[in-house]
């Protein structure tokens, strides 16, 4: 049975491993991977996404957990950019949704906080994060993370 360009294929765990097309046949913009920056506050998201748009990065902005779900399930992101402090539902419980769920539990997840104990930093790994980077960060720091977790060959 052929498969069609896009289509997912599921794995043996159940979750989903992308097929991926010939992106040559693409808009630029499709081919552009794309990015849910997950930040409660309104100055780190702006500032994230335009460190992206110009690392050539398409991005989605949600400021809550719950709106970062919506949206990762509508269009499974290439990566998440995830604050650990968010209201009502903190990061860490937004990236073990994440990968608890079929559509995005192949997602690579970079935690983003100025909490830098260790404590921290294993509870973001135990939840499923792919990633820890400290705020604050330079632009090269975190397209280097970005390109690393995204594209990892």
């Not at 913009?29 to 335009?50: C, G, K």
């Amino acid at each position: 049975m052929a498969r069609s360009p896009g289509r997912p294929t599921m794995s043996r765990t159940g979750c989903c491993k992308p097929f991926h097309s010939d992106r040559s046949t693409m808009s630029e913009t499709q081919a552009a991977p794309y990015i849910l920056v997950v930040d409660d506050e309104w100055m780190n998201r702006e500032l994230l996404e335009a460190y992206l748009v110009m690392g050539g990065y398409r991005v989605g902005l949600a400021n809550s957990g719950e709106k970062a779900l919506r949206m990762a399930q509508a269009e499974p992101p290439a990566l998440v950019l995830l604050d650990v402090r968010l209201s009502n539902m903190d990061g860490f419980e937004v990236c073990r949704h994440l990968k608890s769920e079929t559509r995005t539990c192949r997602v690579p997840v970079l935690m983003l906080t100025a909490l830098r104990s260790d404590d921290d930093q294993q509870e973001a790994l135990d939840a499923g994060a792919d990633g820890f980077l400290a705020k604050p960060f330079d632009s090269g720091a975190l397209l280097a993370r970005v390109r690393s977790l995204i594209d990892p060959a």
